[in-house]
């Protein structure tokens, strides 16, 4: 079995070259790829079998990272997330530096600051942010272990990360829509 520093240089690799991985998240088991490649973003909507119109959720390592993306950061929603006891994805409107293709219709894009160790270091010296979305075919239930997910999908996916295999989650973010007037909409609980 490859060790932690194995899985998180194979992992780069795949997304540097545009690939796509499956990788256990802070929450439950994803697909990834870079989050600034149209092409590698297209190609998780042909995994999910999911429509473009409906947009991604993506992490970032740091704070630094997440204002060189979001123009107007809130320095309040730190306070917010930091009181969270489950991770947290917030939607932040006009974001850039991303792919187009990861956004909502509406010009929105759903962002998690992440802490969970490899993905915090798989996004941290990737120096990008990566997609996050459940390892299902749209519309099938969310894995909430690596036994649950499609083999099929497995298949398809250039990479698949090779740790936390017995790790069970099953609880997906929670996702907010952070209010101008500092009012908290709950999109997910």
């Not at 256990?24 to 600034?36: F, M, N, R, S, V």
Request: charged share 25%; net charge negative.
């Amino acid at each position: 079995m490859m060790n932690f520093e194995e899985n998180l240089q194979s992992a780069l690799e795949a997304l540097a070259k545009g690939g796509t991985i499956a990788y256990p998240t802070d929450t439950i088991w994803g697909l990834g790829c870079d989050a600034t490649n149209e092409s590698a973003i297209k190609q998780i909507y042909i995994l999910k079998q999911r429509e473009e119109s409906k947009s991604l959720i993506i992490m970032v390592s740091s704070v630094e990272m997440l204002k060189t993306i979001v123009p107007t950061f809130d320095e309040n929603i730190l306070s917010f997330l930091k009181q969270q006891e489950r991770p947290t994805t917030v939607i932040y409107s006009n974001p850039k530096g991303l792919a187009k293709n990861v956004l909502a219709v509406d010009g929105t894009v759903g962002i998690r600051w992440v802490h969970e160790p490899f993905c915090q270091q798989l996004i941290e010296r990737f120096g990008k942010p990566i997609v996050s979305t459940s390892a299902n075919i749209s519309g099938e239930p969310s894995p909430t272990c690596f036994d649950d997910i499609d083999k099929t999908l497995l298949d398809k996916v250039d990479y698949v990360v090779n740790l936390h295999l017995d790790k069970k989650s099953g609880q997906s973010s929670i996702i907010v829509r952070w209010q101008t007037n500092e009012e908290i909409e709950y999109i997910r609980k």
